[in-house]
């Protein structure tokens, strides 16, 4: 009898034990599962950065920020093919170029404008095109206040993904647009992107371009407020430089940050002793073929 109790009672022990421990297993369960959601927010953020982190990344901007290759196959190309594929100018002058691609832009072109005329700043415009087609007032207005133009390309294709004669066409028929503009042709063209390949680079240079990329990366086509296009081009900059900024977007492309950290960088160069220019005068290149 007296095992028999003592068999039922281990049992209901057994029970009880069983179902406290299943209770705070799920509990447990529970609270880790609460740690993981409330963790996912923040493990997700490096992925897309705040405003306020970027600025406060001390790492080499121009080097770091981009998901557009450049370094060292780009200083590889500088040194093969001097003065034909440049991506900065002379480094004992305190000059430096500022210059704006994918014009010209309705929403965004004359703000840039109305910025650099207000400041006494001339720069440099890289023009697409087929949009030049669809504005031809404005890139006579970029030429007639005093800036120089170049060649983006007729509809921003990677031209690396291209041969020599696709390349060729996307030249040709911007300048047959800014021919009709602003009555010259570039010597100047950036590929878009900044991708070209060797074989390009030959021809270019056989057909007396130069090709314009960049040593500082705004990241203003990231849709970066002021403060960190201001940051991204004042921690990069040095004597030669030239900035890579946009005043023409895409389709719902925000660049208002560029428009308004403007005033700000030009007087912080000014004020560190840079002088900004076109890139004919940094180059000492004509502006036309």
């Known amino acids: 009898m007296r095992r028999m ?4 009672l281990l049992a209901a022990i057994c029970v009880w034990l069983l179902s406290g421990g299943a209770a705070s297993a799920q509990a447990i369960a529970q609270a880790g599962t609460g740690q993981r959601q409330a963790a996912a927010p923040n493990g997700e953020r490096p992925q897309e950065k705040t405003e306020a982190e970027t600025a406060g990344d001390s ?10 290759p450049s ?8 040194r093969r093919y001097k003065g034909a594929f440049v991506l900065s100018g002379p480094k004992p002058s305190r000059q430096v ?4 691609d994918d014009v010209p832009d309705s929403r965004y072109t004359p703000l840039v404008l109305n910025v650099l005329k207000q400041q006494k700043v001339k720069a440099t415009f890289f023009v697409v095109g087929s949009r030049a087609l669809k504005a031809p007032a404005l890139v006579r207005r970029i030429h007639d206040e005093g800036h120089a133009i170049g060649n983006h390309s007729f509809n921003h294709p990677d031209f690396s993904k291209m041969g020599i004669g696709g390349m060729s066409e996307q030249i040709r028929s911007t300048e047959a647009a800014l021919q009709r503009s602003v009555g010259f042709v570039p010597r100047l063209i950036r590929p878009p992107y900044g991708e070209i390949k060797n074989s390009q680079l030959d021809w270019a240079q056989k057909q007396g371009y ?4 960049w040593d500082v990366d705004s990241s203003d086509w990231r849709q970066l407020g002021a403060q960190t296009v ?3 081009v004042t921690r990069s900059v040095r004597p030669g430089s030239i900035i890579l900024l946009h005043a023409g977007g895409g389709t719902g492309q ?16 000014r004020s560190h002793h840079y002088e900004p220019v076109t890139l004919p005068e ?7 073929k």
């Open 210 to 213: 130069t090709v314009v990329n």
């Open 97 to 100: 170029a500022l210059t704006f």
């Open 230 to 232: 201001f940051l991204n």
């Open 59 to 68: 790492r080499d901007v121009a080097a770091t920020q981009s998901d557009r």
């Open 282 to 288: 940094l180059l000492q290149l004509p502006e036309s």
């Open 71 to 78: 370094g060292a196959n780009w200083a590889e190309m500088q």
């Open 254 to 269: 925000n660049l208002y940050g560029t428009v308004q950290a403007l005033p700000k960088l030009i007087a912080w160069l």
């Open 5 to 8: 109790w003592r068999r039922s």
